[in-house]
């Protein structure tokens, strides 16, 4: 007879059931991002074990985001929690934390980004891989660095009629 867990971790969670992790993880990020008014969409990948969040930028441009984590069973994860030294002082700071604070774990998103000019010009203005302490601050430092290198403005358009999911 197998022993009582008791109470079950997220991590836990996340190992046993990866697939629903990846869509709970998906469906709040649109949501968050839906509720600061931009217009998301999202479309699975590699037979549901990725998902690619597309933001509307303005003007004619789309910003497509999509997970590097490796979880169990090979399904894509958005973030992962991780020590603070494992991430370097400098960059522990830039997330948002403090070397003063005691050594906790910080939740860490890495996502491989694409923008695309939508209009034809210039097809590919941006691509790599970025992280941050949260999706927001994530989109927020790329169109930054767009706007510093290339000194094109853009923004996310505001959320109109959505598609059905």
């Given at each position: 007879?197998?022993?009582?867990?008791?109470e079950i971790q997220p991590e836990t969670l996340?190992?046993?059931?990866?697939?629903?992790?990846?869509?709970?993880?998906?469906?709040?990020?649109?949501?968050?991002?839906?509720?600061?008014?931009?217009?998301?969409?999202?479309?699975?990948?590699?037979?549901?074990?990725?998902?690619?969040?597309?933001?509307?930028?303005?003007?004619?441009h789309v910003m497509r985001i999509a997970p590097?984590?490796?979880?169990?069973?090979?399904?894509?994860?958005?973030?992962?929690?991780?020590?603070?030294?494992?991430?370097?002082?400098?960059?522990?700071?830039?997330?948002?934390?403090?070397?003063?604070?005691?050594?906790?774990?910080?939740?860490?998103?890495?996502?491989?980004?694409?923008?695309?000019?939508?209009?034809?010009?210039?097809?590919?203005?941006?691509?790599?891989?970025?992280?941050?302490?949260?999706?927001?601050?994530?989109?927020?430092?790329?169109?930054?660095?767009?706007?510093?290198?290339?000194?094109?403005?853009?923004?996310?358009?505001?959320?109109?009629?959505?598609?059905?999911?």
């Amino acid at each position: 007879m197998k022993k009582w867990r008791g109470e079950i971790q997220p991590e836990t969670l996340r190992e046993m059931l990866p697939d629903l992790a990846l869509k709970m993880e998906t469906a709040f990020l649109v949501h968050e991002l839906r509720a600061l008014g931009m217009r998301v969409t999202r479309r699975p990948r590699e037979k549901g074990k990725s998902f690619l969040i597309e933001i509307a930028l303005d003007p004619h441009h789309v910003m497509r985001i999509a997970p590097v984590e490796r979880g169990p069973r090979g399904y894509a994860e958005w973030g992962r929690y991780v020590k603070p030294n494992t991430l370097g002082k400098s960059l522990f700071e830039a997330a948002g934390g403090s070397t003063e604070e005691p050594r906790k774990h910080m939740h860490f998103i890495r996502a491989h980004i694409q923008v695309l000019d939508i209009s034809g010009e210039k097809p590919e203005i941006l691509s790599g891989t970025f992280g941050d302490s949260s999706l927001l601050s994530l989109i927020k430092n790329v169109l930054t660095v767009i706007q510093r290198t290339q000194k094109l403005s853009l923004l996310p358009s505001e959320r109109g009629p959505q598609p059905n999911e």
